[in-house]
């Protein structure tokens, strides 16, 4: 009988042992986009699954109205997500929250027209098919240039398509312009011309970052994994940040994430200087997490509805931010 019960016992601890392996290894997909950014050599090395206890599996999507269908459906618990389809989603009542900031878009994502389209100014896109991703960043920051500019939609074809669609159309001559990211927007500029950044359309009213959004509900049952991930996040960006002379072509960490996404390291360490990437602190200040990521949701939001992308805006998008997970990863 004893060796009976001490057989159960150890088959029961072995059990418990496996359940808990299980439990710190369960499988999370986390959606990304594919552009390069610090995050992805960290993923590449580990530090990410090391950091949450997650078996992660990287899921890429095209668009943010692709993420926000995912997570309204449950299939994804956690992604990246740009501002506009952060506010547009958060407009539709999707269940998720902005909890960590990636980055603020600067070059990384531009307008470039086609070589021989015969576009040299603003007012030569006119009659012009111009392509972009519906829903996303680089389509919010499209109708800014064209409000700048004092172009509507009956002065130029607005044609929705995925980064690959419009490589493809552009090595075709389909398409006169396209507004996208990296790293399409590189091998459209090997024939085509940069005509404005992003960025600068942000310094003119019409700011966009990619943010990253989680599951209410998946973030209060999984807070410390949660916040493992925000330190291997706030990491990585503030040592690019800090030493990004060092994130040359010829580094680890560049090289990782030339291969992930299946791109020269040369590119990638020209490319990642296209955005800005913000740290612990800084993820938590009144700039980000601390009110304005809030304020750009909600003028974001009143920019769609009167363009006619959402039926309507909310007063305040302050329930959709988050910062005490990031508060919790940089305290001492």
């Given at each position: ?120 100014k603003p007012a ?169 990521a809030a304020k ?37």
């Amino acid at each position: 009988m004893k060796n009976l019960i001490k057989t159960l016992l150890i088959g029961a601890g072995l059990s418990l042992a496996l359940g808990n392996s299980a439990w710190a290894q369960k499988k999370v997909i986390v959606g990304n986009f594919g552009d390069p950014a610090p995050f992805e050599a960290a993923a590449a090395d580990g530090r990410f699954k090391k950091a949450t206890g997650w078996d992660i599996e990287w899921r890429k999507f095209n668009s943010g109205a692709e993420v926000n269908a995912a997570m309204a459906s449950g299939a994804i618990v956690i992604s990246e997500l740009g501002s506009v389809p952060l506010a547009a989603g958060a407009s539709q009542g999707v269940d998720y929250q902005l909890f960590l900031i990636g980055k603020a878009i600067g070059a990384s994502e531009s307008l470039i027209v086609r070589n021989g389209a015969g576009i040299d100014k603003p007012a030569d896109l006119k009659g012009k098919k111009i392509a972009v991703p519906v829903g996303s960043t680089a389509h919010f920051s499209l109708m800014g240039a064209l409000k700048m500019w004092n172009l509507g939609d009956k002065d130029v074809q607005v044609i929705g398509m995925s980064p690959p669609e419009i490589s493809a159309a552009w090595s075709q001559n389909a398409v006169d312009a396209a507004f996208v990211w990296e790293p399409v927007q590189s091998k459209l500029r090997a024939n085509g011309k940069l005509m404005i950044t992003a960025g600068e359309v942000g310094k003119a009213g019409y700011p966009t970052f990619n943010g990253w959004v989680v599951n209410t509900k998946f973030a209060q049952e999984n807070r410390a994994g949660l916040i493992g991930f925000i330190k291997v996040m706030n990491e990585i960006n503030e040592d690019y940040t800090k030493n990004t002379s060092k994130w040359t072509a010829d580094s680890a960490q560049v090289k990782a994430i030339a291969a992930r996404l299946g791109t020269t390291p040369a590119e990638i360490a020209v490319d990642l200087g296209g955005a800005t990437y913000p740290g612990g602190n800084e993820q938590i200040s009144a700039e980000w997490l601390g009110g304005g990521a809030a304020k750009f949701m909600k003028s974001t939001a009143d920019f769609l509805k009167s363009v006619g992308r959402i039926n309507a805006a909310a007063d305040s998008y302050a329930k959709y931010v988050n910062a005490e997970y990031a508060k919790a990863a940089v305290a001492k």
